[in-house]
């Protein structure tokens, strides 16, 4: 579609009253999906216990303890035999402290995360110095790193500033991170250490890559944007980040009680994302909510 009929057909909107518009790509992915189905089967077998969140949304996690599910961050209070790691995946030294404990222990990480830990491991094995691009403290972080003798975590500049000066960095990033932050922190510790070998393995996963982007090209031509996601989830977040940059009014809801009938215009476009832990339940509530007290029209999927 050229600019010119995209124009058009947003004042066409425009003209007509307030339109919701979703983001090409936004909601769960095949790994938050696999996770959830996957605790779903095994609590109809026995008890079972997440070894933390299974994902980060409330709902979700709300749904999975109505139908039995036990959460527990500690292997040593669990009360099940069965425990799951969860889609964020864990290090070996977690999982043998879960073992330890003598749970019987089954797998929920999204393969991608397992991608990014055997790269990790190649990287220290191949004699570069880890540098992690993510968030300190966040789960997916904590198992990437716990098996490594020697890393950094970084998350911007300052953090990079601060780094010891190495022969060999090797870089990579939690695979929820927007990947033009990847890339710019990658250039950037290039040339903080011009004389360095810098390796970079693109661990972002595809789905972040695809919501990201969508969401880019989803506030360039909105009035409003709605993200849609738990609080805590990393990868909402950051989608909340990026809209802000190319749409002046952008909120972070959990769900439609959340929205608030005086940030919604009057007119023009309403975009909606929501990040990969959301349910499609969750993103049609919200919609329904802008309806209700908006009269907005029906849906328009993607305006390009």
Sequence with gaps: ?????????????????????????????????DAIALAQREVTVHPLTVLGELVHNTTVLNNLEQRGVRFENEPERVGTKAAMITAHGASDRARARARSAGLQVSDATCPLVHFAHEKARNLAAAGFHPVIIGRTGHVEVRGLTEDLAAYDVVLNEADIDVLEDRPRFGVMSQTTQPIARVRALV?????????????????????????????????????????????????????????????????????????????????GVLGITAGTSTPDETIDAVEDRVRELTGALPTAHHLA
């Design 1 to 33: 579609m050229t600019t010119q009929t995209l124009r058009y057909k947003v004042n066409a909107f425009e003209e007509r009253g307030l339109a919701i518009v979703r983001a090409e790509h936004l909601g769960m992915c095949f790994g938050v999906r």
């Design 187 to 267: 250039e950037y510790l290039q040339a903080r250490f011009p004389r360095a070998e810098v390796r970079f393995v693109d661990t972002v996963c595809k789905p972040t890559k695809q919501r990201q982007q969508a969401a880019v090209d989803l506030a360039k031509k909105s009035d409003l944007i709605l993200v849609v996601g738990g609080v805590n989830s990393n990868n909402t977040a950051e989608l909340a980040q990026t809209c802000a940059q190319f749409c002046g009014a952008v909120h972070h809801v959990q769900g439609p009680d959340d929205v608030r009938a005086g940030w919604l215009p009057e007119a």
